[in-house]
């Protein structure tokens, strides 16, 4: 059985930054690729950034310049560094792996626990 553990969240004031890690445990051979969402009060999921196997990144327009994705395809682990935090950048941060390669075969769409951000003014 795959999980993602998620760690790292939590409050800051604005300016401040928070480093979010996402580690799926389990018999995994490799993940394609490895994303974290966030999703605010009252409103819907959005995609933050994602990387693939290869290290090419996509960012939210919102986030460019300021969040930074990493992993370590080793142990199956991503991160988002976040600087520069904002208001608006609070809400629930999910890490997502669409596609995993397990010793049972392929596990699809999964999803981390959440970890709250809250940023203050």
């Known amino acids: 059985q795959v999980q993602l553990v998620e760690s790292g969240g939590g409050s800051v004031q604005a300016g401040g930054s928070l480093r979010l890690s996402c580690e799926a445990s389990?018999?995994?051979?490799?993940?394609?690729?490895m994303s974290w969402y966030r999703q605010a009060p009252g409103k819907q999921r959005e995609l933050v950034a994602d990387?693939?196997?290869?290290?090419?990144?996509v960012y939210a327009d919102s986030v460019k310049g300021r969040f930074t994705i990493s992993s370590d395809n080793a142990t199956n682990t991503v991160y988002l560094q976040m600087n520069s935090l904002k208001p608006e950048d609070t809400g629930v941060y999910y890490c997502?792996?669409?596609?995993?390669?397990?010793?049972?075969?392929?596990?699809?769409?999964?999803w981390g626990q959440g970890t709250q951000v809250t940023v203050s003014s």
């Open positions: 389990g018999i995994i051979f490799s993940s394609n690729q």
């Open positions: 997502y792996f669409p596609l995993i390669s397990t010793t049972r075969g392929i596990v699809s769409d999964s």
């Open positions: 990387i693939n196997k290869g290290g090419s990144t």
